[in-house]
């Protein structure tokens, strides 16, 4: 089956760096995204990654190992308005998108 | 019109009615998709079109219907709605639907409640 795995919460500071994990089982592979959500709204485009390494993007990056089926979205200087779902989705050997559940980040001051 | 629209934004509905729920893009894109976003999962894929005139089924079609008679509409009908339909609906759309990893764009979503 396919499987997208990635933690259900994290918590951070303000002004923080936090790393949001996510790793994956698919039918092929042909890229990973991440969207970014806001509570009570749409799913918006953040990344994609196709090639092994990191994509630096303003205060995120992300980070893909296609051998070890592992992405990573990483926030610097972790700003109040950061707080939101972070999605995480494979494109699959059918050019489809297998989303993970997401991971609702949490910024304290 | 900038992006996707979705009507309505939100729907209270007696269970074994019918109900359609609206989306129209203004970007002249190929491809669109309805999506269903459920508290603990992952966006679930009912139904998507790669371009106007097709449509396909995604992981979680039973129970739905969509046409797409021409580029910018796409709509999803419930013929009898049931509470397990109950979820927040969102429409996207992309450049391209077939062999291309393309960026998708979301409406702003249909909250639906089935009683």
């Known amino acids: 089956g396919q499987n997208i795995d990635q933690p259900t919460e994290m918590t951070a500071t303000e002004g923080a760096i936090v790393q949001i994990n996510c790793t994956y089982q698919?039918?092929?592979?042909?890229?990973l995204f991440w969207y970014q959500q806001h509570a009570g709204e749409a799913p918006t485009f953040l990344s994609y990654n196709v090639l092994d390494g990191l994509e630096e993007k303003g205060r995120f990056s992300s980070f893909l190992s296609r051998s070890k089926g592992y992405s990573y979205l990483l926030l610097k200087e972790l700003q109040m308005k950061d707080s939101a779902s972070y999605l995480c989705?494979?494109?699959?050997?059918?050019?489809?998108?297998?989303w993970g559940a997401g991971t609702k980040l949490i910024i304290k001051p | 019109i900038a992006g996707i629209t979705q009507a309505p934004t939100s729907q209270i509905l007696a269970a074994g009615r019918r109900m359609t729920l609206r989306c129209t893009q203004d970007m002249r894109h190929n491809a669109m998709y309805w999506y269903r976003q459920d508290l603990g999962l992952g966006l679930r894929l009912i139904h998507y079109?790669?371009?106007?005139?097709?449509?396909g089924k995604g992981e979680v079609p039973d129970g739905y219907s969509v046409s797409r008679a021409n580029t910018d509409d796409f709509p999803l009908t419930l013929a009898s709605a049931v509470p397990s339909q109950t979820s927040v609906y969102f429409c996207?759309?992309?450049?391209?639907?077939?062999?291309?990893?393309?960026?998708?764009?979301f409406g702003p979503g249909t909250r639906l409640t089935v009683l």
């Open positions: 079109s790669n371009t106007a005139g097709t449509t």
């Open positions: 989705a494979v494109v699959d050997s059918n050019y489809q998108l297998i």
């Open positions: 996207a759309s992309s450049v391209e639907g077939t062999g291309v990893p393309d960026t998708q764009y």
């Open positions: 698919t039918s092929g592979f042909n890229g």
